[in-house]
């Protein structure tokens, strides 16, 4: 009797390692498909704004210094000098403009925004803006900066506008409306821009936006 009753424990609880193991398989497999779901990267070209937006843009690494952000101006005067030199001391509010037509290449990651002309290129760290947010905000957390997504931000509109429907129609993220909430994902998801003259390629990572009750993703 007594080697029955263990032999019925022995296979209930071999069934249980079986079962846990298959939920652990399981919960494995979600994760990961979550966590490629998340990491997304595509591509904007001249043909994505015109036919979604009916705008023409002449030089798409220009089109991100459409506006500037506050962050970001501060650097506006070690950009002065890709400019011609008949376009040097004009001002802060004259730079970004100018900058439109003589930038050919823009490569932004979490380290840094590498800017290049045609023939020059200048560099600006994290570590700078974080040196000097911690001068002038010394309470603000300077390690939710992202400078990708600050870069994006003061792209032009029609860019932004593609990239929200990218983000919904080919990646079936659940971007929500609203102008603070948006600049709120782009400026926490996007984590890289790779600016040339024919495209734009453009790195997100869902998974740095915080998570539903439910442990899911935001735009799941």
């Not at 442990?215 to 799941?220: D, I, T, V």
């Amino acid at each position: 009797m007594c080697s029955f009753v263990k032999f019925v424990i022995d296979k209930q609880k071999f069934f249980e390692l079986i079962i846990f193991k298959v939920r652990s398989c399981e919960r494995y497999r979600y994760l990961v498909a979550s966590q490629m779901r998340a990491m997304i990267s595509f591509e904007i070209n001249k043909k994505d704004l015109m036919d979604l937006t009916k705008v023409y843009v002449r030089n798409l690494p220009g089109a991100f210094f459409v506006g500037t952000s506050p962050l970001l101006k501060p650097f506006m005067k070690k950009l002065e000098c890709m400019l011609p030199p008949d376009g040097a001391g004009k001002g802060d509010n004259y730079i970004p403009s100018a900058l439109q037509s003589h930038i050919s290449e823009i490569h932004a990651n979490e380290s840094s925004i590498i800017v290049k002309g045609y023939d020059k290129e200048v560099e600006i760290c994290r570590d700078e803006l974080t040196a000097m947010m911690h001068v002038k905000y010394p309470s603000t957390e300077h390690q939710r900066l992202n400078l990708p997504g600050l870069l994006f931000l003061q792209s032009s509109p029609s860019i932004q506008v593609v990239c929200t429907i990218k983000l919904r129609s080919e990646h079936k993220l659940r971007i929500p409306d609203g102008r603070r909430t948006l600049r709120y994902i782009f400026h926490m998801g996007i984590v890289s821009i790779d600016a040339k003259q024919e495209f734009i390629r453009i790195g997100f990572d869902a998974n740095r936006l915080p998570k539903k009750s439910d442990g899911s993703g935001a735009l799941e």
